[in-house]
């Protein structure tokens, strides 16, 4: 006797329900059908031989080994549009001692670029990383003219060991003395502070030195000192506009104030005394210059007198003579001054006529 089909419920038979069959999900790294790579499969190409390939997923790109002559690279390769686009990963390192990167590295490497493509979207990835390399390289570049421009970039004291060679390529009677208070007020007394880049120098540094120079009871030297470190910036700041200046020394300064500008000279100390030596007291001064210790050169005696029988003439101006300046007849010393704006000589019959002790000192 036939069975009859039983009805449920819901109208539909028993042989009408079926099971839906579902494919299980894809694993990691194999899509589009490819197996993951190993090492075998990279080490066994041969040069000129078809790419091997590693999907890293759906919209993922993949990983892709080359291998040209003895070396095999690997590359991530994304689709851009119809167009396949290639970046290069690394050489693939065949053995332990060989250079390059292992499959693991390189596969790491080509899942972090398919992230960074992620990212970056819509931008194409690869113009992404060629603005990226433009960047750096630009980074690179402005850091090495930074160091450049530190080195070159004078200190206190090369500012002033370049205004006094400046001074001696002047020919400038100042030259020594300039050079010798500098060294002397300046550079050994503050080695750190000579040693700052020149535009890191401010007022308070400059009032340090002055400073110092009072407390030790060098008044009248201190506005000398003040005075020189002030022509000094003024040089350097000309100096760093000066091609002739960048060739001979290599050093710029970049100073866009002079700290000394703010710093009162020390008026006190540059009075002139009124009081002047009596006759007694030039007469005692002009006999017992014989009679001083043996120890003194007796030509510093005689430059003494030539000096007191010179009306008192300075010796700086006395050494600028030559002997074509003395008219022994005339009894007549003529003087070349070049101080002034521009240094330009004056010449001119400074003094009347010598005093016969002073003609017999000369000669």
């Known amino acids: 006797m036939p069975t009859r089909p039983r009805t449920c419920t819901n109208t539909c038979t028993y042989f009408q329900l079926v099971q839906v069959w579902e494919p299980p999900?894809?694993?990691?790294?194999?899509?589009?059908?490819?197996?993951?790579?190993?090492?075998?499969?990279?080490?066994?190409?041969?040069?000129?031989?078809?790419?091997?390939?590693?999907?890293?997923?759906?919209?993922?790109?993949?990983?892709?080994?080359?291998?040209?002559?003895?070396?095999?690279?690997?590359?991530?390769?994304?689709?851009?549009?119809?167009?396949?686009?290639?970046?290069?990963?690394?050489?693939?390192?065949?053995t332990s001692k060989s250079a390059g990167f292992t499959l693991a590295e390189l596969r790491k490497k080509a899942l972090d670029m398919a992230a960074i493509r992620q990212q970056v979207a819509p931008q194409d990835l690869k113009e992404y990383l060629e603005q990226q390399e433009r960047d750096r390289q630009q980074q690179e570049k402005d850091r090495r003219l930074a160091i450049e421009r530190a080195e070159a970039m004078g200190s206190f004291e090369d500012l002033l060991q370049s205004y006094v060679k400046n001074l001696y390529r002047l020919g400038r009677k100042t030259a020594r003395e300039v050079e010798t208070s500098l060294t002397t007020h300046v550079i050994k007394a503050f080695p750190e502070l000579s040693k700052r880049k020149a535009n890191d120098i401010c007022v308070?540094?400059?009032?340090?030195?002055?400073?110092?120079?009072?407390?030790?009871?060098?008044?009248?030297?201190?506005?000398?000192?003040?005075?020189?470190?002030?022509?000094?910036?003024?040089?350097?700041?000309?100096?760093?506009?000066?091609?002739?200046?960048?060739?001979?020394?290599?050093?710029?300064?970049?100073?866009q104030f002079n700290p000394v500008s703010a710093i009162p000279r020390q008026s006190q100390f540059e009075r002139v005394k009124e009081r002047t030596l009596t006759n007694e007291e030039l007469k005692d001064f002009w006999e017992s210059i014989d009679t001083w210790p043996t120890g003194e050169s007796p030509l510093y005696r005689l430059l003494l007198k030539v000096m007191v029988a010179c009306f008192g003439n300075r010796p700086k101006q006395l050494t600028a003579c030559s002997w074509k300046d003395v008219d022994f007849r005339a009894r007549t010393l003529t003087f070349i001054d070049s101080k002034g704006k521009g240094a330009r000589p004056k010449k001119g019959k400074r003094c009347p006529r010598l005093h016969r002790k002073a003609v017999l000192g000369l000669v």
């Open 204 to 255: 308070d540094d400059i009032v340090s030195i002055i400073r110092k120079m009072l407390a030790e009871g060098t008044t009248t030297r201190c506005n000398r000192v003040r005075t020189f470190i002030h022509t000094a910036f003024e040089f350097g700041m000309k100096a760093d506009n000066d091609p002739l200046h960048y060739v001979e020394q290599g050093k710029r300064f970049h100073i």
């Open 25 to 94: 999900p894809k694993r990691p790294g194999r899509g589009d059908g490819m197996s993951q790579l190993k090492d075998p499969d990279i080490k066994n190409m041969k040069p000129g031989s078809k790419s091997k390939v590693e999907s890293l997923g759906k919209s993922r790109g993949a990983l892709v080994f080359r291998k040209v002559a003895d070396t095999t690279t690997g590359y991530y390769r994304y689709w851009k549009g119809n167009q396949s686009v290639f970046i290069k990963l690394g050489v693939y390192k065949a």
